[in-house]
């Protein structure tokens, strides 16, 4: 790190923005027109091939700003991370990965096989420590919640 140059970012991060930060109703209007979407997307590529400077900013952006409109109503979605996002997909394979190593290294012996495609996990662990690893599961965090099918004599398999 002594080698390194400090370098200026476009957006600073002890910045917050306040109610009187927001667009008029007239600029709603105009921004409702723009593809916020799509911007943001471009951004995100630019950032991570050749303008790491502007990754705080675009993610910020990207995680702050999700307004959608539904039956002619404008809302802002205030938790999570949007659907359609160019950092959700990413944001959420980080946390699962997490989860992953978090739940193998606190039950080592208790879980067998341990296997998780995108959001579905599939567990073969010691028939007494099933409710506890649900339980220690679903007490990561409490936005994410765990669902369990417990399979006696044959495995579930969705096609």
């Not at 027109?33 to 910020?60: N, Q, W």
Request: charged residues 20%; contains cysteine.
């Amino acid at each position: 790190m002594d080698d390194c140059i400090p370098a200026s970012v476009p957006m600073d991060p002890s910045v917050i923005l306040t109610k009187q930060d927001c667009p008029t109703p007239e600029q709603k209007e105009k921004l409702h027109k723009f593809p916020f979407r799509e911007a943001i997307g471009s951004l995100m590529f630019a950032s991570c091939v050749s303008r790491p400077d502007i990754t705080y900013a675009v993610s910020h952006l990207s995680l702050k700003s999700n307004i959608f409109n539904f039956n002619s109503q404008s809302f802002k979605q205030i938790k999570g991370s949007p659907m359609g996002s160019p950092l959700s997909s990413p944001l959420a394979e980080i946390v699962m990965n997490t989860i992953d190593k978090w739940i193998t290294t606190q039950f080592p012996t208790d879980i067998i096989i341990y296997k998780r495609y995108i959001d579905d996990i599939f567990c073969i662990c010691t028939a007494n420590k099933v409710n506890h690893i649900l339980k220690s599961l679903n007490n990561y965090h409490p936005r994410i919640k765990f669902t369990i099918e417990v399979e006696k004599n044959n495995i579930n398999y969705h096609s």
